[in-house]
T-cell receptor, first 107, second 116 residues
Framework: QKEVEQNSGPLSVPEGAIASLNCTYSDRGSQSFFWYRQYSGKSPELIMSIYSNGDKEDGRFTAQLNKASQYVSLLIRDSQPSDSATYLCAVKNDMRFGAGTRLTVKP | DTGVSQNPRHKITKRGQNVTFRCDPI?????LYWYRQTLGQGPEFLTYFQNEAQLEKSRLLSDRFSAERPKGSFSTLEIQRTEQGDSAMYLC??????????????FGSGTQLSVL
């Protein structure tokens, strides 16, 4: 059974802090990794994708991938209250999602 | 392009009844996914299609669940003999993938199923 695990939440950070979200996966053949954000009552939307080991930055978001450790993370710098949502890790080939980590950014 | 459309938005049914949901993906999207989501959990993978071919089905899915995508466009998900544990949000997503590493899913608004 292919597994995608995320660090248990909820996670609460003050405004302006760095939020760190983690994800591990069991299928060593996985090559593509995605972070989705889901606001309460809404459907998930893509934030970032990453395919190569190392870091990938997009604005305040940085995705990190370590295939040897089967680990992918998402850092959110200068967290804003509008970042409060559930963050979902997804792994290709069949796009399985983790359970999600609920993030609250307090003003 | 109107996005991924799911119908109905809400479905209330009695235990033991059959229900069918429909998903219309973004036109020309070749992949279509079905997920089930309950409160506080991530989307649980059910199945996905590449055009009309069903490529994978979750082993967690009982034989009461079946999905089709007969012409490679819209898809239906049927649940037979519904149980209270089937109550959840059923999400459909589509993507256009050319076999490369990148793939962005576009989700519909979901169908909320309540089994009484």
């Amino acid at each position: 059974q292919k597994e995608v695990e995320q660090n248990s939440g909820p996670l609460s950070v003050p405004e302006g802090a760095i939020a760190s979200l983690n994800c591990t996966y069991s299928d060593r053949g996985s090559q593509s990794f995605f972070w989705y954000r889901q606001y309460s009552g809404k459907s998930p939307e893509l934030i970032m994708s990453i395919y190569s080991n190392g870091d990938k930055e997009d604005g305040r978001f940085t995705a990190q991938l370590n295939k040897a450790s089967q680990y992918v993370s998402l850092l959110i710098r200068d967290s804003q209250p509008s970042d409060s949502a559930t963050y979902l890790c997804a792994v290709k080939n069949d796009m399985r999602f983790g359970a999600g980590t609920r993030l609250t950014v307090k003003p | 392009d109107t996005g991924v459309s799911q119908n109905p938005r809400h479905k209330i049914t009695k235990r033991g009844q059959n229900v069918t949901f429909r998903c219309d993906p973004i036109s020309e999207h070749n992949r279509l996914y079905w997920y089930r989501q309950t409160l506080g959990q991530g989307p649980e993978f059910l199945t996905y299609f590449q055009n009309e071919a069903q490529l994978e089905k979750s082993r967690l899915l009982s034989d009461r669940f079946s999905a089709e995508r007969p012409k490679g466009s819209f898809s239906t998900l049927e649940i037979q003999r519904t149980e209270q544990g089937d109550s959840a949000m059923y999400l459909c997503a589509s993507s256009l993938t050319g076999g490369n590493l990148d793939e962005k899913l576009f989700f519909g608004s979901g169908t909320q199923l309540s089994v009484l």
